[in-house]
């Protein structure tokens, strides 16, 4: 990466951490394009490089943060040295909760803003300093369950809203059960869904 691609990506960073800082402290609504670039050290100029209002700068945030938590619960996945197809998906589900439970400002900022649609994009935006995105990485696994499955992206989307909706009360308020308790009813759920879109089953 050249000096000039470096600092670019810099910027860019800054204005992401940043951004997410102040939407987790003040909101979304109260925070401004100028808070913003004043406290990331930027030009406003150079936040419209990037984004072209703040509400794509939320998107893309979010974006940014489902990759990063996708791609650290893969690593993980990788390094555990697990084989089946529902103990991977199990473990990496597993893993993105823990990653929410640690971190429940991201928890709170995900779970109001996140739509299929900027999930979606999260699973194909390749990032620079990425070497696979998450929608490449969903299907290398799916090739190498060895089996085939029926509408993989529909049995992608189930998945994501059922660990994504059972997640958010059991963390912040265990309603109705502390996260602990709702992990084996939300896996299970996570291992009927890969059931029912199984070819041969």
Known sequence: MSKLENNKKQKKEALLNTAFD???????QKTSISDIVEKAGVAKGTFYLYFSD??????????????QILGSAYTAMKSAGIDSFEDRVVFIADHVINQLNQD??????IAKHLSWGIFKNALTRMDNDADKNVYD????????SGRTFKDPEIMVYMIVETVSGSTYSP??????????????YIFESVRTIIKQHTQGD
């Open 171 to 184: 963390i912040l308020y265990s309603q109705p059960a502390p996260i602990e308790d709702m992990k084996p």
């Open 54 to 67: 703040k509400y794509d700068l939320r998107n893309k945030l979010i974006s940014h943060k489902a990759n």
């Open 137 to 144: 990485i969903y299907y290398q696994i799916l090739s190498e």
């Open 104 to 109: 429940k400002s991201l928890l709170n900022l």
């Open 22 to 28: 102040l939407f987790i402290t003040k909101g979304i």
